[in-house]
């Protein structure tokens, strides 16, 4: 089975400032890991996914992610972040084989950008 | 192109009734789940679908809960004799094939509100 962990439940940031949103996991097999993000009243947009190779992707709207195996993370960063980018934000994983390909998903972080 | 579309967008119904819940994938995409979010639990997985076939129900949470694709396309999933603890965002997702490489696109859900 596997499990996220999302230590930030919410996090305010100012407009221009960068943001880092934390994600570890656990499992006993690889995975293959996603960030989502959910506007108000609407469903989840994939940001971005790791499959493999580079250890460091690049998704839609500025931000990025970095997987470390040691320390099962895959934290997100913007280096700037707008207003428009206040949304919630989830981590969510899968694993490559045998786990029926449904995502498990963090408690989600709300990030909140002020002026 | 239309993403996947979930029908209706709210619904509220009282305590004991049935509720049927729609979901229409991206076309040609063979798998297919539906998720719950819930204030409480968070996101947690309900049912896949590959074409016809529903090869992990692990998430259904009692056996007043069911679901159904038809021609690999359409999916419904009924709530019987609702309760108050099913209210919740039941969110579809569509994936162009198995596995986990290929990322699920979500539709914007159904509130369904249990008076």
């Known amino acids: 089975a596997q499990s996220v962990t999302q230590l930030d439940s919410q996090v305010p940031v100012f407009e221009e400032a960068p943001v880092e949103l934390r994600c570890n996991y656990s499992?006993?097999?690889?995975?293959?890991l996603f960030w989502y993000v959910q506007y108000p009243n609407q469903g989840l947009q994939l940001l971005l996914k790791?499959?493999?190779?580079?250890?460091l992707v690049k998704g839609i709207n500025g931000f990025e992610a970095e997987f470390n195996k040691s320390q099962t993370s895959f934290h997100l960063r913007k280096p700037s972040v707008h207003i428009s980018d206040t949304a919630e934000y989830f981590c969510?994983?899968?694993?490559?084989?045998?786990?029926?390909?449904?995502?498990?998903f963090g408690t989600g972080t709300q990030l909140k950008v002020e002026l | 192109g239309a993403g996947v579309s979930q029908s209706p967008s709210n619904k509220v119904t009282e305590k004991g009734k049935d509720v049927e819940l729609r979901c229409d994938p991206i076309?040609?995409?063979?798998?297919l789940y539906w998720y719950r979010q819930s204030l409480g639990q968070g996101l947690e997985f309900l049912i896949y679908?590959?074409?016809?076939?529903?090869?992990?129900k692990s998430g259904l949470p009692s056996d007043r809960f069911s679901a159904e694709r038809t021609g690999g396309s359409v999916s419904t999933l009924t709530i019987q004799r609702t309760q108050q603890e099913d209210s919740a965002v039941y969110l579809c997702a569509s994936s162009s094939g198995g596995g986990g490489r290929q990322p699920q696109h979500f539709g914007d859900g159904t509130r369904l509100s249990i008076l």
């Open positions: 969510a994983v899968t694993p490559l084989t045998g786990g029926g390909n449904k995502l498990t």
């Open positions: 076309s040609g995409h063979t798998a």
């Open positions: 499992s006993s097999v690889s995975v293959y």
């Open positions: 679908f590959q074409g016809n076939s529903a090869p992990d």
């Open positions: 790791y499959l493999s190779g580079s250890t």
